[in-house]
């Protein structure tokens, strides 16, 4: 891990990858835009999503009972997953068991996160990722740069010298964008068709009547969840709703925020197994992972209310400039930065939650109104704490730290900054040039290197106050 | 070991939330209720399936067998799966018909076919979104995504206004039948390259939507 500061200023110095993110940013944007606009509703419909998913995460551990009986009570297992490790194992044991050594998944980002491919490959089993972006990302041995597209840092020229060294029967194949999806669908269509395991996400899952739901556009989710014999969903306990009418909100929420459309092509939703209608066993697999220590903060939880639109990637101008790869995290962005650190219990992430100048564009934008700027500010006050407790002396006597407590002391204290200000004011005449500070002394010259301080007024507002007469 | 995960982490939820859990009112002050009359709602829904580059025949209740023949025709398909209790009076002349129901067909020949007629449960206005709920006229769920082309008949009475009215509807097949659903919003398309949309990745490339009104 580079950390922040150094991968973003590497991405920075591509400037293929910045036009081709730019590009890509600006289109969504438009596009979710229009779709919003249209929707009357759209402030109470967010109310209504945000207030689902407080609701269903103060109420997680009767709800989580409640899904697991529904699904039982459809035909389905249940099984329970500390952390990826165990749902890798879980979910191994069950490909295993049916004797296969192959298996198609659809797009996933729990399954991304706990690393599952490289986890079954280790077991001896091939997981094809089928969707046209993941296929591009997992065939280029890449990394994704975004939750919805993670393919958006490749143009088509690069993904057809892609599929020209990595498929079958592809040597005319043009950049055209359909040309290179109809190879796509040669390719995967005959694993769709012998596969006899599927493996899916969740987008949610629904406790009263144990319905998954999966949306997608392709029609690769479809397939995954329809042809083999035996489906496994690997999904994040947060996911869950408490009734199936919840999804009235989040199925308008989620396509108009995320693809900036009214729908989505497909959208699946099944319950447990049905006779003569897909497959026979469907096993679910409910994932921890780091979830709830982000539940046990009261001001972090709100980061698991997400629905991974990706929606405050495509709005923030950090992320605009640097791409997903930066965040050296499958969740990038705005959402990432504050997801990322809470689930590794800040072993890893420490520097996102400065990727942001805080303007509250994602905050705007969430669907389900998460508060990311306040929960970034949250986050920094928590790693600078931690690294303190953790770090040793020369942690607890760097300049910041040192310079902060005295600020700290000065503010808590009437008298104190009083004196400060006086002080401040006799000192600071010889650097005021024309009305501005433009080289600060010591340590804080780092401040004024990118921008002036105005000096402090001849006189303060308190000093006004006393003498302004009764 | 499985149980132990079990409790491990409903422990654990109980722990991070403590014991003052917070109690949450939904404010369901959105729009469940289309404000259009029927007749605006039918015309808002050929609209918006169009703009997905679907294609929408309009015709009259009793001619749905032509205008089905007339969206065969365009496509030049000939061999079309149908499920079992597709309607005789919907089924064009001179098609070859391969119905699933009590005989089963195989993954490879709904592949090989040239398409598949079903109808659906109902058809959302709003989002122009035709759902299918493995109910009567339309057959388990591989039918409509292997083949390239489907062929939809929705009667103008199946239309509702929003998403809500929608969800509201099918709660019923769900619960009591725990019935796939899939909601279909034109055909299968991708925009992972370079955000261009393309139609037709894994789904069926072509949707013709049959709209009957009376």
């Not at chain 1, 693809?259 to 994932?287: A, C, I, K, Q």
């Not at chain 1, 920094?380 to 040793?392: F, Q, S, Y």
């Not at chain 2, 299968?188 to 139609?199: H, K, Q, Y």
């Amino acid at each position: 891990m580079k950390g922040f500061p150094q991968a973003a200023r590497e991405a920075l110095a591509d400037s293929q990858q910045r036009r081709n993110v730019g590009h890509a940013t600006r289109t969504i944007r438009a596009k979710r835009a229009a779709v919003v606009g249209e929707v009357p509703d759209w402030e109470a419909l967010r109310a209504a999503g945000e207030a689902i998913k407080r609701s269903a995460m103060a109420r997680l551990d009767e709800l989580l009972v409640q899904l697991e009986a529904s699904v039982q009570a459809a035909g389905g297992t249940v099984h329970w997953a500390r952390d990826g490790a165990e749902a890798n194992r879980i979910v191994a044991s069950i490909v295993k068991a049916h004797g296969a050594d192959e298996v198609v998944k659809v797009k996933s980002m729990a399954t991304d996160e706990i690393e599952l491919n490289e986890a079954l490959a280790a077991e001896g089993i091939t997981a094809h990722e089928t969707d046209l972006a993941e296929l591009i990302v997992q065939l280029g041995d890449d990394e994704q740069s975004h939750i919805l597209v993670p393919a958006i840092h490749r143009n088509r020229a690069e993904i057809r010298e892609l599929f020209r060294r990595t498929l079958q029967d592809t040597e005319d194949l043009t950049d055209e964008p359909a040309e290179l999806a109809e190879a796509a669908r040669r390719h995967l269509r005959r694993h769709f068709l012998a596969a006899r395991v599927g493996i899916s996400g969740a987008n949610f899952a629904v406790a009263d009547t144990g319905t998954i739901c999966v949306v997608e556009s392709e029609g690769n989710g479809r397939m995954c969840t329809t042809l083999p014999d035996v489906l496994v969903t690997v999904m994040g306990i947060e996911k869950v709703l408490p009734t199936f009418e919840d999804l009235e909100v989040m199925l308008q929420l989620l396509p108009r925020s995320s693809t900036g459309e009214r729908m989505n092509p497909y959208t699946s939703l099944w319950t447990g197994t049905t006779d003569g209608d897909g497959p026979r066993e469907f096993h679910l697999v409910l994932l921890d992972g780091g979830r709830t220590d982000v539940l046990a903060d009261p001001t972090g939880r709100a980061a698991l209310h997400c629905i991974r639109c990706s929606a405050c990637l495509n709005v923030c101008p950090v992320y605009e400039r640097t791409g997903g790869h930066a965040y050296e995290s499958v969740y990038p962005g705005p959402i990432g930065a504050i997801l990322t650190p809470q689930l590794h219990g800040l072993r890893e992430g420490r520097t996102l939650p400065w990727a942001s100048s805080l303007c509250g564009a994602c905050y705007e934008a969430c669907p389900v109104k998460i508060d990311i700027p306040s929960i970034l500010v949250h986050l920094r006050g928590r790693v600078v704490r931690d690294a303190a407790e953790r770090g040793g002396l020369r942690e607890r006597l760097s300049g910041e730290r040192l310079t902060m407590e005295a600020l700290a002391r000065v503010f808590a204290s009437r008298r104190r900054y009083e004196a400060a200000q006086k002080a401040g004011r006799a000192g600071q005449w010889p650097l005021a040039r024309s009305g501005r500070i433009e080289h600060a002394p010591g340590p804080l010259h780092a401040w004024t290197a990118f921008r002036d301080l105005r000096p402090m007024p001849r006189q303060a507002f308190r000093d006004w106050w006393r003498t302004r007469g009764s | 070991m499985i149980s132990a995960a079990r409790e491990d982490v409903l422990e654990r939820i109980r722990s991070a939330l403590g014991p003052e859990r917070e109690v949450v009112e939904i404010p369901r002050d959105y729009v469940v209720a289309s404000s259009m009359d029927r007749d605006a709602q039918v015309e808002r829904f050929a609209e918006r399936a169009a703009e997905y580059r679907a294609t929408v025949w309009r015709c009259a209740i009793d001619d749905i067998q032509q205008a089905v023949a007339a969206a065969l025709a365009e496509h030049g398909a000939r061999r079309l799966v149908a499920p079992d209790d597709l309607p005789a009076a919907w089924r064009p002349e001179g098609i070859e018909w391969l119905d699933d129901g009590a005989r089963t067909l195989s993954p490879e020949e709904l592949d090989a076919s040239d398409g598949v007629v079903t109808g659906c449960a109902l058809a959302i206005a709003d989002t122009g979104t035709i759902v299918l709920d493995a109910g009567r006229y339309q057959g388990r769920r591989a039918l409509t995504l292997l083949p390239d082309l489907h062929v939809c008949v929705v009667r103008s009475a199946q239309v509702v206004g929003t998403v809500p009215e929608a969800i509201r509807k099918l709660g019923e097949a769900v619960r009591t039948g725990t019935r796939p659903v899939t909601f279909i919003s034109g055909p299968s398309a991708t925009s992972d390259i370079e955000l261009n949309r393309v139609e037709g990745v894994h789904g069926p490339r072509r949707l013709e939507i049959v709209l009957a009104s009376r």
